[in-house]
């Protein structure tokens, strides 16, 4: 009969079983700590931008947005058609955030991905997942400045945030150790440079190359020479094509194994990107696979973690109506409704129709929607960290596949300034005696 220890190390040596250890990984309060306050940073960072209110919408009566630019610019009509719809709305003076107008339309996509998931409807998943990079196409083409600035800010954050995350997974997953927040946050902050690199460098490749079929497309145009030049140059502008296919699908494959490439193995940026392009191409299916039940495992983690904070906001708010049943100044609805709405399951923030109140249940609101934001917020930080933790699993079992590494080889970082001198380096050296100074045995000796 197997013994209890030996079937656990059974179970420990199994591939798949790892990935389920991705929830209760998710879940440590460091990793939580330190998604949240990330969030927390970019959020600011996109409300203090939103002040600028370049995207056109319509309002209706209550002030609530009917209609954006980007709702336009996703009904897939022809272009000309596109802009002349969003002149139109431009014109009515009505204006909001890229920020909002993106989060809102992203958590839309997301939570339409996940129901996509549990019907098993792979074209409905496929389809969210598109619209989410086409919105980011939009803001691209009609906001560049805005997007190029907050990416600048929301890649930094992430860097030391998700390099921090990786690398306490990449313990627990190697040493079964649980770093410490700061540990985490050193090691993410001194590999800065790798961690923030690691996804512009494969952009930075495919726009060099890219520049060189424009620089041909250019020349073309040259009177009578320019389609000579095409003709010759064709066969460099075919490879040159060939070789952007390469980069752009390990870049997208790849892209998730680039932060655990640098907190498991503290790889540099291009280190870090030739193991995750060598990973993809070297076993693609298998890739394929643990994404795939990564995503399923993801998807119903985080539809149990938001049922239990719509089941603790419910139950809160349930208590507190069972006992605060005066109506509010206006008269119009329970004192209670006023402050904080009834929680959906839809939406956690509950329903957003306003009603009339005083000053002091304004500020009794507002105080209630800043603890409904936290909650929020810790069910979005579990998906960042469930993210990264996944990935980080993803890694490793990709590294023990194709470079037959063992899940306990794991950088480690030790700084020659900390190592205390043990006991026997102080002690000063004997040297040995020298042959002059040996004594030689005595007459009485020997003759004994």
């Known amino acids: 009969m197997v013994s209890g220890k030996e079937s656990s ?102 939570q339409g991905a996940v129901d996509s998931v549990f019907a098993l409807d792979v074209p409905g998943v496929v389809q969210n997942i598109a619209d989410y990079f086409k919105a980011v196409g939009w803001a691209l083409r009609y906001h560049m400045v805005y997007c190029i600035i907050f990416f600048i800010i929301m ?21 079964g150790e649980k770093p410490g927040l700061t540990e ?91 193991r995750s392009f060598s990973y993809v191409y070297a076993r693609p299916w298998r890739m394929a696979v643990y994404t795939v039940i990564a995503a399923v495992y993801g998807s119903v983690c985080y539809t149990f973690v938001r049922f239990f904070a719509f089941l603790s906001l419910w139950i809160t708010h349930w208590l507190l109506q069972l006992g605060l049943w005066a109506d509010n100044g206006s008269k119009e609805v329970n004192k209670l409704t006023a402050i904080w709405p009834k929680p959906e399951i839809r939406s956690l923030l509950g329903s957003s129709d306003t009603v009339a109140t005083n000053v002091t249940e304004s500020i009794a609101a507002f105080l209630v929607y800043l603890f409904l934001l ?30 037959n590494t063992a899940f306990e080889d794991i950088y480690m970082q030790f700084d020659e300034a900390e190592v205390e001198p043990t006991a026997n380096e102080l002690l000063p050296k004997e040297e040995p005696p020298s042959p002059e100074s040996e004594s030689e045995p005595d007459e009485s000796s020997l003759q004994q």
């Open 184 to 274: 985490a946050l050193r090691f993410s902050i001194k590999r800065f440079m790798s961690f923030f690199t690691a996804p512009l460098a494969p952009i930075g490749i495919i726009i060099f190359i890219g520049v060189f079929i424009l620089l041909l497309g250019l020349a073309g145009n040259i009177p009578r020479a320019g389609e000579l030049i095409v003709g010759v140059g064709m066969a460099l502008a075919l490879f040159a094509g060939s070789l952007l296919a390469v980069i752009v699908i390990g870049a997208v494959a790849g892209f998730n194994l680039m932060f655990p490439a640098v907190a498991y193995d503290g790889s540099d940026c291009f280190d870090a990107i030739s």
């Open 9 to 110: 190390q059974l179970f420990d040596n199994l591939i798949f079983p790892k990935l389920f250890q991705t929830f209760r990984m998710s879940i440590q309060p460091t990793k939580l700590i330190i998604t949240i306050v990330a969030l927390g940073v970019i959020c600011l960072a996109g409300w203090i931008m939103d002040f600028s209110k370049t995207v056109a919408v319509e309002r209706d009566s209550e002030g609530k947005i009917v209609a954006t630019e980007l709702q336009i610019y996703m009904t897939g009509a022809d272009h000309n058609e596109v802009l002349s719809e969003i002149e139109k709305l431009r014109q009515n003076g009505q204006r909001s955030g890229v920020f909002s107008t993106l989060w809102h339309f992203a958590a839309k996509k997301f």
């Open 374 to 403: 936290l909650v929020v917020g810790l069910v979005v930080s579990f998906i960042i960290s469930f993210y990264f933790s996944a990935n980080t699993i993803i890694y490793s079992l990709m590294r023990k596949t194709v470079d």
């Open 155 to 175: 890649l930094a954050v992430i860097s030391i945030s998700g390099g921090a995350v990786c690398r306490i997974a990449a313990l627990q997953v190697a040493r």
